[in-house]
């Protein structure tokens, strides 16, 4: 008898992980005497934000290369004030680099101002009602508001390009931020797309006045 010999099983491939590279664009440094009458405390903030986010994304975990990171991409102004500030602790001491920065950047916010540039904020010609609200809602942070929710629903009010919303707001007390949002978009969105349709209709238009007109 004849012993069946088994089939040679394929060799399984040993499982390789490829790992992609991604190639991270360096951030802009941050210049303090640039855009006077902006908040410069919120520059910072939002540059110290988009500053984790481009560390995360980096890979980078060592506290020691965070920190020589952050002050090399600030730039040589930040650098030069970095100088200046006392207790700054050690090479490895990225928290106490960042509340050192953000201390010294934030004495430097005048409260009554920044509720001043926030009153006379009005949504620009081509700004979306949500492009005006998130501007609203980073303008606000440096306000120190007690009501943030109602005053960039008064700022909207006031300051926004929409007299329907603005005649339904004063007309119905309960049509509050999250309706007037909604309310923008329907309309941004209906003006968008009958300016589409009759700008096809006005060019159907006139190529068929083209076609018609007789050759000489």
Excluded at 13 to 34: G, L, R, Y
Excluded at 37 to 66: C, H, V
Excluded at 165 to 176: E, G, N, S, V, Y
Aim: proline share 6%; net charge negative.
């Amino acid at each position: 008898m004849v012993e069946e010999q088994a089939e040679p099983q394929p060799l399984q491939q040993p499982a390789v992980q490829i790992m992609q590279s991604v190639t991270i664009t360096p951030m802009p440094e941050f210049c303090p005497d640039a855009k006077i009458g902006t908040s410069l405390s919120t520059r910072w903030n939002n540059w110290q934000s988009d500053f984790e986010m481009y560390i995360t994304a980096s890979g980078i975990t060592d506290p020691k290369r965070k920190r020589a990171l952050l002050l090399y991409q600030a730039g040589p102004r930040v650098r030069e004030i970095f100088k200046q500030i006392p207790e700054t602790g050690t090479d490895t001491d990225y928290d106490i680099a960042k509340q050192k920065l953000k201390a010294y950047f934030d004495p430097q916010k005048n409260r009554r101002y920044e509720v001043y540039r926030f009153r006379q904020t009005t949504q620009e010609h081509n700004e979306t009602l949500d492009q005006f609200h998130t501007r609203l809602r980073t303008m606000s942070e440096t306000c120190e508001f007690a009501d943030v929710e109602f005053e960039i629903e008064e700022q909207i009010i006031i300051g926004g390009n929409s007299s329907k919303i603005r005649k339904r707001a004063l007309r119905d007390p309960t049509f509050d931020l999250k309706s007037m949002l909604l309310e923008g978009r329907r309309d941004e969105q209906s003006k968008y797309q009958a300016e589409q349709i009759e700008s096809k209709e006005q060019t159907d238009g006139e190529a068929n006045k083209l076609e018609q007109k007789p050759n000489n």
